[in-house]
């Protein structure tokens, strides 16, 4: 597995922060975070957007996330349409139970359980047997407690490149 990405999945936790790490310039860590620019009736992303808020992705949206420092909390993502080459794409959301923060460790498995268990519906096969993998984004303590956040998101990506078009249905 990619060092990068083993990174992500241990580090990759959502919070709204007010420091946005899309990466593409010095300035974008001082603008906030924008929604994704979407079509009105399918709701695909149409526009690329270097810094769209984390909690504004949505199942199907694709994002570019490789050249990403998420060894620290994650507040927005760069998202492109999906007939773009991309990194990852967004397969499944859920929302962990409520009550106290389970802690990093818990929180990671939840999330990487969760998205496992996901991972069939969206690719058409188990995640051992796919050419791709995952890594989920999963909520912070600061989060979980200070605003609310129990949403998993899982992400799939393709370790050997980009892609371009949805993963949905890929079979392999």
């Not at 979407?38 to 992705?57: L, M, S, Y």
């Not at 199907?60 to 490789?66: E, M, Q, R, S, V």
């Not at 995640?127 to 984004?137: G, I, K, T």
Request: charged share 25%; aromatic share 8%.
């Amino acid at each position: 597995m990619n060092n990068k990405r083993a990174r992500m999945s241990l580090a990759a936790v959502v919070v709204a922060a007010a420091v946005s790490l899309s990466g593409c310039s010095i300035i974008d860590q001082f603008l906030p975070s924008s929604q994704p620019v979407r079509d009105a009736e399918t709701g695909e992303v149409t526009e690329q957007v270097d810094n769209a808020d984390v909690f504004a992705i949505r199942v199907g949206d694709c994002l570019n996330t490789a050249d990403m420092d998420t060894t620290e909390e994650v507040s927005d993502v760069p998202v492109v349409p999906c007939d773009e080459p991309h990194d990852d794409e967004v397969y499944a959301t859920f929302t962990l139970d409520h009550g106290e923060y389970p802690g990093e460790a818990a929180a990671e498995t939840l999330a990487n359980d969760g998205c496992r268990a996901r991972f069939a519906d969206f690719i058409g096969i188990a995640d051992e047997d796919s050419v791709f993998e995952f890594f989920p984004m999963y909520p912070s303590p600061e989060g979980w407690n200070a605003h609310g956040d129990r949403t998993v998101r899982c992400i799939v990506w393709y370790p050997a490149d980009t892609v371009v078009g949805s993963l949905s249905g890929a079979g392999y």
